[in-house]
């Protein structure tokens, strides 16, 4: 990475390019097209021409990645953007149709190639394998379908994008409106909480539509690949060497049995201190002592900067980081109209440096994402430095790893946030308790996923009973839904992984575990974990997921007894706050 001075942070500057022209269009297939034709007619005749042709192939790669992870950086930071659309669009029906066939020619030539066995197979193993495995799902009858479900999956930032509501003469984002759930006033929390609600139910037809033909179009997809459905598609698709469709079920019967009764034990409680004869899905954000919502900054702009302090206190690589971005505008946290829902940390392959994207509100949940993000983006900077793009291309049970053992780590300086300790101290245990809600919540979104395409053939009415039965297994018995039945039937509408990322979800709940590990490491020994953490977030996907984990100080393991160590631990640690 080239780098220049700037008031004493080094930020970084794009390397120049050796087989990409600089003045390179990634917008038309002409100009791309040469380049492929290159890679595919080159004679490989010794190793270090394929690493050579692997280095041009890497770089190639690192440069249209970028242009296509701007494209969609600009159609959800904001939605009616039709430039951004256009370019969107035509990424989706006349580039990548075309890429799909030549990459898929290249992996052959790669795997194919006699030099490919003298690479040296601990840096190569994990990226041999991805490739072997996408050559086998590979069909050409695919290409436009792919085409078209990437188009369809843009729809819903479109449609969620356009939600807002009118509360107290203004005009709020949901994620602004979310706020009033953390009110005391719990009159005010019910009639935000349906104003939002009956919002979203406007758009349930219409989102339920858009699932609908999503499952078809990736149930269409798996077999024509030769799966029996989408989901044992999914799993190969997305790299899951390391644990099968079973084991996930068994993880979540082991979450269930070890987690719900701690979980229905928390919101009990939770009535009892509210003194409520009924908890409603209302009543599960406010603060039950009846203080005020924790507010740890006041804008976007403080949020960075005590996002930067309390990264520099865990190491100074983590704070420059963020300051990097900020300085490079590579940062787009406020919460306003027409911007697509949700938060990502969005990779950028050829310069190296993220973009982190959020709907913040100044609210607690707010400042989890900012360190959560903060921790994916460490990870890029940490990993851009290897030989290939391919090196860089983390599964997500590494990747979130990366976030959410950043969360807990920072954790321990939220006093940057938080100066009264009776806040910091609501803040943490505010915390702890959501890890055990995501554990659980996770399981449901993942079983949910399974029944949807293993029975991909399901009528709406049957898709939501569904959702209600498995909320009994996973969300506590004690919320009341009995007048907001209709809301709880259609609350899988807002998870957005289920419409853009299928399958990205269990990932968290296994990520938890292993990031547990690591600030339990952390209490113990704060600067052989980090040592540990960065050093997991340098391998990028050169390893195998359970020797990733064991460099960061955890294990890859979601048995039973496990779990229950883990949780012991995270009870423990909740006594004491």
């Given at each position: ?36 034709k ?55 029906t ?7 066939v ?12 006699p ?37 369809k999956?843009?729809n ?30 719990r ?71 070890v ?34 919502p ?18 520099n ?30 938060g990502?940390?969005?990779?950028m392959?050829?310069?190296?440096v993220?973009?982190i ?25 940490l ?9 860089k ?17 920072s954790?321990e ?8 300790p ?48 498995l ?26 992984h ?33 040592s ?39 009870k ?6």
């Amino acid at each position: 990475m080239t780098l220049q001075k700037n008031q004493a942070i080094e930020i970084p500057v794009r390397k120049k390019r050796n087989f990409v022209a600089e003045d390179f269009d990634p917008s038309i297939w002409e100009t791309i097209e040469p380049y492929y034709k290159n890679l595919l007619e080159r004679n490989i005749s010794s190793l270090e021409e394929l690493k050579k042709w692997l280095y041009d192939w890497s770089e190639l790669d690192a440069v249209l990645g970028e242009n296509g992870r701007w494209i969609y950086v600009r159609t959800t930071i904001d939605t009616s953007d039709e430039k951004a659309k256009a370019a969107l669009v035509n990424q989706y029906t006349n580039i990548y149709p075309k890429l799909s066939v030549q990459m898929n020619l290249l992996d052959k030539k790669f795997v194919s190639c006699p030099f490919t066995n003298e690479l040296d197979q601990a840096v190569f193993f994990t990226t041999i394998r991805k490739v072997k495995k996408s050559l086998e799902l590979f069909r050409d009858e695919n290409i436009p379908l792919q085409s078209q479900l990437q188009m369809k999956q843009s729809n819903f930032d479109q449609i969620a994008g356009a939600q807002s509501i009118h509360y107290n003469g203004a005009e709020l984002t949901v994620q602004q409106a979310q706020v009033y759930l953390k009110s005391n006033d719990r009159k005010q929390r019910e009639d935000v909480y349906r104003l939002i609600s009956e919002r979203k139910l406007r758009d349930a037809e219409k989102l339920d539509t858009l699932l609908s033909e999503l499952i078809q179009l990736r149930t269409q997809i798996a077999k024509n690949a030769g799966f029996e459905n989408f989901m044992e598609y999914r799993f190969s698709e997305l790299a899951r060497f390391d644990y099968t469709p079973e084991d996930c079920i068994k993880f979540h019967t082991s979450i269930e049995e070890v987690l719900m009764p701690l979980v229905n034990q928390l919101c009990d409680e939770r009535k009892k201190e509210l003194r409520l004869d009924v908890l409603k899905p209302w009543d599960r954000d406010n603060d039950t002592s009846g203080k005020a919502p924790l507010k740890p900054f006041n804008s976007t702009d403080e949020l960075i900067e005590k996002t930067i302090q309390c990264f520099n206190q865990l190491d100074t690589y983590f704070g420059e980081r963020i300051e990097i971005m900020k300085r490079m505008n590579y940062l787009d946290l406020d919460s306003r109209m027409k911007k697509g829902p949700g938060g990502y940390n969005m990779t950028m392959p050829e310069i190296g440096v993220p973009f982190i994207f959020m709907n913040s509100a100044n609210t607690e949940s707010d400042l989890i994402t900012m360190v959560h993000e903060g921790g994916h983006a460490i990870h890029t900077f940490l990993s851009h430095d290897l030989e290939l793009t391919a090196f860089k291309e983390t599964t997500s049970e590494i990747a979130e790893v990366a976030s959410m053992g950043m969360e807990l780590m920072s954790m321990e300086h939220w006093d940057i946030f938080y100066s009264n300790p009776d806040d910091l101290k609501r803040a943490k245990k505010n915390h702890l308790q959501y890890i055990l809600t995501l554990l659980t919540k996770t399981c449901l979104g993942d079983s949910f996923q399974f029944w949807l395409y293993q029975n991909p053939n399901h009528t709406v009415a049957e898709r939501r009973a569904k959702w209600v039965e498995l909320n009994k297994r996973f969300t506590p018995a004690v919320v009341d839904w009995s007048d907001s039945q209709a809301y709880l039937e259609t609350a899988y509408q807002s998870i957005l992984h289920f419409y853009i990322v299928p399958f990205y979800y269990i990932e968290y709940a296994f990520a938890e575990l292993g990031s547990l590990a690591l600030w339990r490491n952390f209490k113990q020994n704060p600067s052989k974990a980090i040592s540990d953490y960065k050093n997991a977030l340098r391998l990028g996907y050169t390893k195998p997921i359970p020797l990733f984990y064991e460099t960061a100080g955890a294990k890859f393991d979601f048995s039973k007894p496990y779990i229950a160590t883990l949780v012991s631990f995270l009870k423990e640690e909740l006594g004491k706050l």
